[in-house]
């Protein structure tokens, strides 16, 4: 086997295209491999997929390929123009590379891999590219899962915000709860941006959703209210974000309580605040202990607390109707309490009981979305944050788009991208 044929197997190479040579650019460190179609070949016009005559070849083109050992390789071609009676002049396409890439298949989908694996930055130093040429892969890579995702109904929606840019900037996640993946990102967290969603990429389908699962946050509630039919039965208050507001009024009591017993010498709520934060699985004995000996001892962060786990029964319960009497009773006791923070959530969730106790239907929270918050946090701490939304939109939806990006992994056969042929594979 010489070197042409080493290399036409493999590139996978098939008719009408074969290798004229190999360079071995020493100095350079670079390979060059020459590929031709032949000048009898026949070609198919890439706007209709029609055999067309030939008209000539445009100028040499390359790509950056696999690496053959420690040298770059790249492949070299006259790619022939036909000339198309209904789209004019166009220029074929090749099997091994997608139209605008400048990189084959192959290299993309490596670098594909790694970009799951670590940053652009990471991936250009790895790959000697810029970082514009990694970013670019990876927003192909996101372009081309978008265009394969099928437009299957979203049954349960949940929708979520994160910040970036140190916690000045928000973009809002809409998450397809059954599917596990963000569907879209938005920029801010304004209604318009929930509108945008709803009317754009929804608007077609928004009377399939039959839950909304998100925060008490008035501008989402606002544009749900707007646009998806029957709004008022399908909004679901996520569970964790009400327990999280319940945790952060306990915060607020003990820090106003700390500070007035420090005043008069007494430290007694020193290094006690995760005590009071951690849910009842995390809780220690000791932890069980300090906070039932604070409690006996009348500190208002006991009441609070005692509010706030108290609360926490609702969510256990089967029937709504017994739910709300006992929403009521506990209503009545944290209003009660003389502790304002405390008073606040009571009356927030007053104000919002319905879509709270609508939890108890199905049981739904963004617990998913919470998940993917893990890998977004990941993404931003890698990344040392990002100073732009859209390189930040891009990164959300590459790692929690469940998409699929693979330019060799297209199933459809006749896919725009991968046409003309799919020869180009290992
Ligand atoms: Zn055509």
Redesign the pocket.
């Known amino acids: 086997m010489d070197d042409r044929q080493l290399y036409e197997t493999v590139l996978g190479l098939a008719e009408p295209w074969y290798v004229v040579g190999v360079d071995i650019r020493a100095g350079r460190d670079e390979i060059w491999v020459y590929v031709d179609a032949g000048s009898e070949a026949t070609h198919v016009?890439?706007?209709?997929?029609?055999p067309?005559p030939s008209y000539d070849r445009a100028e040499e083109r390359s790509w950056r390929h696999l690496d053959t050992c420690q040298y770059q390789t790249i492949i070299k071609a006259c790619v022939p123009r036909v000339l198309?009676p209904?789209?004019g002049v166009?220029r074929i396409r090749v099997p091994w590379a997608e139209r605008v890439s400048r990189f084959t298949n192959l290299f993309e989908a490596f670098a594909i891999r790694l970009l799951r694996e670590t940053t652009v930055l990471g991936v250009a130093r790895l790959l000697k590219l810029s970082w514009h040429e990694a970013e670019g892969i990876q927003r192909r890579a996101v372009k081309r899962g978008l265009a394969r995702r099928e437009q299957e109904p979203i049954r349960v929606l949940g929708i979520d915000e994160k910040s970036f840019q140190k916690r000045h900037e928000y973009v809002t996640l809409a998450v397809d709860l059954d599917g596990e993946r963000v569907w879209w990102v938005g920029d801010h967290r304004r209604k318009e941006t929930l509108d945008c969603f709803y009317t754009d990429e929804m608007a077609e389908r928004v009377h399939e959703i039959e839950e909304v699962v998100m925060d008490m946050w008035p501008a989402y509630i606002s544009s749900t209210r707007t646009h998806v039919p029957e709004a008022e039965r399908k909004i679901v208050f996520d569970k964790f974000h009400v327990v999280q507001h319940l945790v952060e009024a306990v915060d607020l009591v003990r820090r106003k309580e700390h500070a007035e017993l420090r005043k008069q010498g007494d430290d007694r709520l020193a290094g006690t605040k995760y005590r009071w934060l951690k849910g009842a699985a995390r809780r220690t004995a000791d932890d069980a202990q300090q906070i039932r000996a604070l409690s006996k001892a009348g500190l208002k962060v006991g009441r609070a607390w005692a509010i706030k786990e108290a609360a926490l029964k609702l969510w256990t319960y089967r029937s709504e109707t017994w739910a709300r009497k006992y929403f009521k009773r506990w209503y009545f006791w944290a209003t009660h309490s003389r502790l304002e923070p405390m008073i606040r959530v009571a009356k927030m969730m007053k104000q919002h009981l319905d879509g709270i106790l609508a939890y108890l239907r199905n049981r739904r929270t963004n617990a998913i979305t919470e998940g993917l918050n893990s890998v977004i946090q990941e993404i931003k701490y890698r990344a040392r944050g990002y100073r732009n939304r859209e390189s930040f939109r891009l990164a959300i939806l590459f790692h929690c788009g469940g998409l699929k990006m693979n330019p060799l992994d297209c199933e459809e056969p006749l896919c725009r991208t991968c046409l003309p042929d799919k020869r180009m594979r290992l």
């Open positions: 016009c890439p706007e209709c997929g029609e067309r198309c209904e789209h166009r």
